[in-house]
């Protein structure tokens, strides 16, 4: 949901190619990881049709790193104020429950 | 590997000197040099129309962004057709440029997809400007504007009679629609400038003021017979920023092409 939110803003703003290139790197930090060798996941968007079968804590702290990273490149791209801006839209977007479960988890951040 | 941040900078500038050089020097005499800066401005237009064009295609159908650029390569191609008219007179009739004439009103045409563009731009962001921001870059602009309708006003109506209605208002066109596109712009720079998306618009922030100025000045050298091409200082000064506008423009539009993420830096 993070990266779709960010990877359409860089497109909208950027263009497509951009968004491309910003994916990529996103693949790339989690290969240099070994995130993919560690959760059988070859990208993030994978987690939507199946979860992998480890630890929930490691899951989270890979979730947590990859969308940390994510944010990180993103503000390079589209600057703070339309990273915010898109990500408030996010925040105030999602279900009551998974609004609770990023406050616990803080996966999403404005800042 | 470092991406050449330097390289657009240092091109736009190195062909402004060189511009600068050739006005002072005039190889050729002053035709010759008209005959060239002409060309040149149809030239920067025209790169600056298809650059545009193609940095619209970068962007899906449906993507504001798109039209965005779309507008302002229509913009930039009316106003190469305004600078093509004013090249006609000189070059074809041998005659100088009536002001104003046809070119001052395809000019004032081409201003208003330009600014269409840059108030799409602005919107397309998402990104709400404070009230007291807005209004402080309005106050300055605002400021800016009396100022020169003060200075150029008063220098008018002390020469009651050279200056015609018509030209008053072309001049007052001109200025209100260079300032309104300069607010516009700087507004979009502050949401984006710490950004890459940014850059390109930059550019095209700084080609919005240097054309701001160059009419600025122009307006001043016309009322107070100041401007002359290749004549004097004053005119080198009003035509080496007039071409500055365009290729930083063009240099904006190539920005937007070539826009790129640097290589992921592998530890």
New interface residues.
Partial sequence: MLLTTLSKT?????????AN??E??VD??AA?HGWNALTGLTDLAELTQRVPDVDAKMLLAVYVSYSRHARL?AR???????LT??LT?LLNSLSPELAQLNARYEIIRLT | MMKRTWLIPASVTGLIVIYAALYAWQPGGIRVLKILSDALLVTFGLLSTVLALKASQMFEPGVASRRVWLLFAVGMAVLTAAQLIWTFYPVFLGQAEPYPSLADVVWAIGYIPVFASLLLQNRALGVATSLRLKLTILAAFSIALIITFVILGSRALSQSGQATTIEILVTVYYLIGDLGMAFIATLSLLVLWDSLVGRPWQYIVISILLVAAADLIFSYGLLNDLYAFGSNLFSGVVDTIYLSAYVVAVAGAYQQVTLSLPPFDVE
């Fill in positions: 860089i497109s909208q703003t950027g263009g497509t190619l951009l290139q910003f990529q790197q790339c930090y240099q490149l390079q791209i589209l600057g703070e104020r339309v801006s898109a839209k």
